[in-house]
């Protein structure tokens, strides 16, 4: 029973070095997000883009997760409405444009 626990003790000993270790060594090779800068997240928005603000969502939390990046909303023939939207939703967030597409995409 002695030769059990000594070997529980020392798996878990093993494990815990094994962790601090990690622990360690991802905070000082890793310290911090890398940032891409120039990365743009475009989204192609024509007509009246009914789920421009769910899009727009969701390129917000991918954007927490890449520092240094940029929203693009590009305008491929948007209703007159919602253009109004995106021009809201781009002033909106920090890191956002609104631009139009050029003619021949």
Request: proline share 6%; with cysteine; glycine share 8%.
């Amino acid at each position: 029973m002695i030769l059990l626990q000594d070997g529980v003790l020392a798996f878990l000993s093993a494990v815990g070095v094994t962790t601090l270790f990690w622990i360690v060594g991802g905070a000082l090779f890793h310290a911090g997000r890398p940032t891409i800068p120039g990365l743009l997240l475009v989204l192609p928005l024509r007509g009246e883009a009914l789920a421009m603000e769910a899009d727009v969502r969701e390129l917000r939390r991918v954007q927490a997760q890449l520092p240094g990046s940029k929203i693009i909303l590009e305008d491929r023939g948007l209703t007159p409405d919602a253009r109004c939207l995106a021009q809201y939703l781009a002033d909106r967030e920090k890191n956002a444009e609104l631009v139009t597409a050029p003619d021949h995409t």
